[in-house]
């Protein structure tokens, strides 16, 4: 939906104003629409773009050095009226002709050709070149009534930078003509855009599905089917384009395209790259030379769900302007570089984390960090078990990805282990290169928490002796130690120091009462597993990422409840040995 | 919600994969992030950020030029852990000491503490400047304790210019450390966001409220209340920074200020214009001086609906730093042109379409365009009162503006037409001046054609006859021959075109029978009437901007309708001045 406007009606000057506010340095706001701030030279040719608002950075946005001269804005989903065509069209005109380039809807057409009819009844040499690279809209053999969508771009961007090399009218509209000659775009919506002010969304697409070929304005395209993941959109958007190949490109390998994976509105960037990961495949795979690729919003419909796919298929004189640097205030191309001379060299720079040295550890350590490893193995497996509900219990105040994190920490800490164990490592080799593993793999404020809490363990158990109980105890208690100072985390604040607190102060009394490592871990662990059940009552500390903090009361602390997890599997590796 | 993924737990990894593609020239990826393709000088300062991933262009898209030598990127709203923040680091490394700039969380402080630890080991310097600018997360006693949201983006820029530049380690950081200083912003939520995967979104706002100072994990901000207009929300921010002014800063009148206004995701770029240009005049109207504003998306959280605005209080120093040129996926900045010398020069260009000279009309023509002025007033009023079923009908397959678009051309032709009738003008100079104003404010197809009907008529009823029958009829096949020619709508296309052709045909067929105009155009009008609602019928021709094409049989066309109720409401006017 639109969430900030004013008066609807006045969505659209004020959308104006606020544009032209923001890039006063570059764009200055005339009747009708935008020009540059910085003229064209006299006698110089200019490139007037327009269409309806609500399609941002088209229209406006792509006026500037390298592209558009000038941009006719008309009302939401409306075309400019002649007036403000001609409006737009005198404020930019230095004298050397006027090109009209926009994309094929009938009230465009409509305006442009009746701007473009009284200019040249005043004398001004005006010419049009009408964009038309949706290949949902019209079959190959009716291009001229397919519609223009994020083809646009190119098509601008080429008489754009050919007006500004001081091309002539003659020229400027030969080369867009050429660049819409070889551009094709197809695109899919997922939902439909509410205009400001509307309560209901202007069409609409029904949930899990996809309308593909649908247009920027919600007209029908050729089909609606169920939304496909990322790899297959990315693939049915590369076939049905690699079916209408320009007739002049005779062999599509080994061709150069410029490539615009576009977002309709509301998809964000993150997800464009995860498609746009496997558009690289694709057109490298069938031998295609990709130039510079634009992923981005090039052309939008509001808030809509979807995404639109364009190959523009170069020859050396459209790449040359495709590549031209472009500043305007939503498409900056800056010189490109060429690719680097040497990216192994890069590469070979990276500098590995040192792997530390295997210390072997002395037998009765070797012994130690075997019943280790089986305790992380058996922790692992709890883990795996309990996936599921850890996420649930993350979900109700956080982002539900606990359980995933604590799995993908700990089998990198058990992969480890079992590495070193292999190398013969003490129990303190061991300790340590587990936790690094957790906390490398893991990330986030956990994995570095348990890396924390396994390698201050490590430290304290060494590599020679057979650990006591109350050697046990220091190491926990110095892991309780570093994860309060690290973590900034205190008895109370709902996190796993709910835990570690009374499990330490548990060991510690077990080496006063002088008992074995397994009687104390077991009775220790009883006190670990009720006071992670106790963090039901508490409230996180407010600051934290907690978003429904409040929410979380009668919901054990998932940190907590996974760190009981872990200390009452490891209890039972223990108890079995020592048994 | 996220639309476009495969395997959520691939998400990150794939996204990164496609962002590194996308930007094979500026962007190399390494293991545990993306560093620039371009390294830096050997011994200059490099500058680390990063964060967890759902961002976007936080933290990967601000690496490049003149702004980060490398980002790590953590998973899903997780840190990335201290191995991957040194692998990035260690591959960005030049030798000159390494500055690590990164948001306020928990989770990020803990790993980039423990990645410094570990590269301080390895005898490389590394410092931090941790951003703390969200004035909602701590009050100013306690800025320490902020998060770091929008103002990364200037303090980034800050370090990274400055290393760039060649500045020291010290002053690199002392740099950002100043701009740190001088940041503050604040944000509302609409909405939640949904991550990649889930089937509900993280967190939530009730519909109709906003969350102000919601940070851009959901974590919980200052209260909720009923969600403000652009203006008010502008306003409420613009007061709240003002509340929290940094201490160095003596008199807001007359300082420099860098403002950025923030989409966290699914507001739309036009709707954060509408909100900018209320925050240019709150800034202006303060005697503030707005330096090279970012009116963009900077640091976002995946689909989340919200804004933040931040203020950054310039010196000459940082001034300088915000200026600098940056190139990096996605924030570019040129080379700030200065303001226009003479922008009044620019405006002064702007002819105005030449005001037609009123050409008098003779006594009957005038006469003829008293009743036609009734006419276009009587039209008017009929469709003020029919605007919102216009607007209905049109909602069914278009986008619902038609009773406003129809109103908007209605008044300015009435505005228009009684200009030129008080300077004595006939029905020809009337008709045209009321079609040309027609047009010009309406915009879109309709008004074009509304515009085009008035002119053609008025071309054949000229300044000096009183019309018959027979002139009237010609007028209006005139019109009807230019409305499809330029309109490429043919009967049956379910367009004001089904209305106009009968009614021009029982115009024809009334001057054969010889009989009054009030009464010829009576019974036209009861044929167009009809005509109108058999559109009820008809199925739009394919391709037109008609998003529910389909969903439209059964209602008649708006445009058709609003036709006939002009034709009706003449009708009235023309008899009554003829009996």
């Known amino acids: 939906m639109t969430y900030l406007f004013n008066q609807p009606e006045a969505f659209v000057n004020e959308m104006i104003q606020g544009f032209a506010a923001a890039h006063r340095n570059h764009i200055l706001p005339v009747d009708g629409g935008v020009i540059r701030c910085h003229k064209a030279k006299p006698g110089q040719v200019v490139v007037v773009i327009g269409g309806g608002s609500g399609h941002y950075p088209a229209f406006g ?46 009230g ?9 009819e009284r200019l040249q009844a005043q004398g001004i040499d005006v010419r049009a070149v009408v964009v038309t690279d949706d290949i949902a809209a019209a079959p190959p053999a009716e291009r001229h009534l397919r519609r ?15 007006a500004d090399a001081g091309e002539s009218l003659d020229e400027v509209c030969r080369i867009a003509t050429e660049a819409n000659a070889r551009v094709r775009t197809l695109g899919v919506a997922f ?22 070929g649908m247009g920027i304005h919600g007209e029908p395209g050729l089909h609606q089917m169920d939304a496909l993941d990322a790899d297959g959109l990315a693939e049915m958007l590369f076939d049905k384009l690699m079916q209408d190949i320009p007739p002049v490109i005779d062999h599509p390998e080994g061709a150069r395209v410029g490539a615009i994976l576009n977002s309709l509105g509301s998809v964000a960037q993150e997800e464009l790259y995860v498609v746009y990961r496997r558009v690289d495949q694709l057109l490298r795979g069938r031998g295609l030379v990709i130039v510079e690729p634009v992923v981005d919003r090039v052309i939008t419909s509001f808030d809509m769900a979807g995404v639109s796919l364009t190959l523009f298929w170069l020859n050396d004189e459209l790449e040359h302007y495709w590549l031209a640097p472009a500043d305007t205030p939503a498409f900056k191309r800056s010189i490109v570089s060429g690719p680097l001379d040497d990216p192994a060299g890069h590469t070979a720079l990276i500098q590995p984390i040192a792997r530390q040295h295997v210390t072997t550890g002395s037998r009765d350590s070797q012994k130690a960090a075997a019943v280790i490893l089986e305790a992380l193995e058996s922790a692992m497996y709890i883990i795996d078990t309990q996936r599921e ?11 539900g990805d606990h359980g995933i994190g604590m799995q993908r920490g700990l089998t990198a800490a058990v992969d480890a282990a079992r590495k070193v164990r292999a190398a013969q490592a003490g129990a303190g080799t061991l300790l340590t290169a587990a936790g690094d593993a957790w906390a490398a793999c893991a990330g986030g404020t956990s994995g570095a928490l348990w890396g924390v809490m396994l390698c201050s ?26 994860v309060k100072q690290r973590g900034k985390a205190q008895p109370g604040d709902k996190t796993l ?34 006071a992670a059940q106790k963090t039901r009552d508490l409230l996180p500390r407010i600051g934290r990422a907690r978003p429904h903090a409040e929410k979380s009361i009668g919901t054990p602390d998932p940190g907590a409840v996974s760190l009981a997890l872990v200390i009452g599997s490891v209890g039972e590796v223990i108890r079995r040995h020592c048994a």
């Open 61 to 106: 946005g792509l006026v500037g050095q390298g592209l558009a001269h000038g941009a006719a804005m008309g009302n939401v989903f409306a075309s400019p009226s002649a007036h403000q065509i001609c409006n737009v069209a005198l404020a930019a005109n230095t004298g050397g002709g006027i090109v009209f380039c926009y994309g094929n809807y009938a």
């Open 108 to 116: 465009d057409v409509l305006n442009f050709n009746q701007a473009q």
């Open 148 to 162: 223009g969508i994020a083809g646009t771009l190119p098509v601008f961007k080429a008489a754009g930078a050919a």
């Open 191 to 212: 939902s439909g855009c509410t205009l400001p002010g509307a309560r209901q969304p202007l069409f609409d697409v029904s949930h899990g599905k996809m309308a593909v």
């Open 389 to 399: 509900e850890l996420g649930r219990l993350d979900a109700v105040a956080g982002d």
């Open 457 to 482: 363990l490590g430290h304290v158990l060494g590599d020679t002796v057979m650990p006591d109980t109350a050697t046990v105890a220091t190491g926990v208690a110095t892991a309780l130690s570093e």
């Open 497 to 530: 120091v709910d835990v570690l607190q009374p499990f330490a102060a548990a060991l510690d009394q077990a080496v006063a009462r002088g008992i074995s490592v397994a009687v104390a871990w077991k009775d220790a662990a009883d006190v670990a597993h009720d």
